[in-house]
């Protein structure tokens, strides 16, 4: 049985997983990331899954960003006790393994693409929209991860240069628009209440999204004005990179037909050229594994199993 080590690091859980060329996941385990000494628990969490199964081939790393590819260093934003952590090197010396390390969204979208909503398809962009927006390219079936590893920020795209202030120091990014909080704050701002009556209910996008089902109009204004916003920006990478297919993850991606219908519309609108309007956005089927499959992919695509 040949297998791969994929590896899934976020802010609030590290997974690990054996999976072989097929996708099957042999062997698997969660845990909490902790505040400090994170590399204690990864450790521990490797051995849980590698000992006493087959002997991997090679790991692959979805990690949240920024990273440097390059230099194999990784600070994400809800770690901040990894500054420039040579996540890679130390992956690989406690391995033995050849180790491939790319940004947690860019995993998400090869995984989509290899066992998910984007299979089969040419090329694929896949966004995860949750409390930040993120995305990776994937381009005749290979990851496109650019010099530095930070190909596909999507959600730092301007759609608006006149726009806002965003917190990364750019201006109309579209994650000012469509990120989960922002979508609340918007309603809020202009007189959304969650769930009128409900006074313990948080006024977060999942609560936006139940009262844009029921048809509150503020609500679902939030998710026509989000939902805009992420047309402009998916039609600008379709312009620029001819992609195919668009998978839809994270969160806010939970709230179904209250984004993907308004995002349908607004696509239709802004989109022109003929390959642009046949761009075909799928919601993600494989959710919070996503990420975890496409290291997995990442590592085989490094490491291609024996024929
Ligand atoms: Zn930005």
Not at 199 to 209: F, P
Not at 219 to 244: C, D, H, N, P, Y
Request: hydrophobic fraction near 45%; include cysteine.
């Amino acid at each position: 049985m040949t297998c791969v080590l994929a590896i899934d690091i976020g802010g609030t859980k590290l997974a690990a997983a054996l999976v072989d060329e097929a996708g099957s996941v042999l062997r698997s385990a969660t845990r909490p990331t902790p505040r400090t000494d994170v590399m204690s628990a990864l450790a521990a969490l490797i051995a849980e899954v590698t000992e006493g199964g087959p002997r991997p081939q090679a790991v692959g790393i979805g990690c949240a960003g920024p990273l440097d590819l390059a230099a194999g260093t990784v600070s994400p934003v809800n770690m901040p006790s990894w500054r420039g952590f040579p996540l890679r090197e130390e992956v690989r010396k406690l391995t033995g393994l050849p180790t491939v390390l790319a940004g947690d969204a860019q995993c998400f979208a090869l995984g989509e693409h290899w066992l998910g909503a984007g299979r089969g398809s040419t090329s694929l962009l896949g966004i995860v929209v949750s409390t930040g927006i993120g995305g990776g390219l994937v381009m005749d079936g290979a990851p496109l991860l650019g010099p530095t590893g930070n190909a596909g920020h999507v959600g730092h795209m301007s759609i608006d240069p006149y726009g806002e202030r965003c917190e990364c120091g750019g201006r109309g990014c579209v994650e000012r628009y469509s990120s989960g909080p922002n979508l609340a704050r918007w309603a809020l701002d202009n007189g959304w209440s969650p769930a009128a009556g409900r006074s313990e209910e948080k006024a977060d996008a999942r609560a936006l999204a139940r009262d844009a089902a029921a048809g509150d109009p503020v609500a679902v204004a939030a998710f026509e004005r989000g939902a805009r916003a992420l047309a402009g920006m998916i039609a600008s990478t379709a312009a620029a990179v001819e992609i195919t297919t668009v998978v839809i993850g994270g969160g806010v991606s939970a709230a179904g037909k209250v984004l993907f219908d308004p995002l349908e519309r607004m696509l239709d609108d802004v989109a022109g050229l003929a390959f642009v309007r046949a761009v075909r956005v799928h919601q993600s089927t494989l959710g919070v594994h996503a990420a975890l499959a496409g290291a997995a992919r990442l590592a085989w695509h490094h490491t291609p199993p024996a024929l």
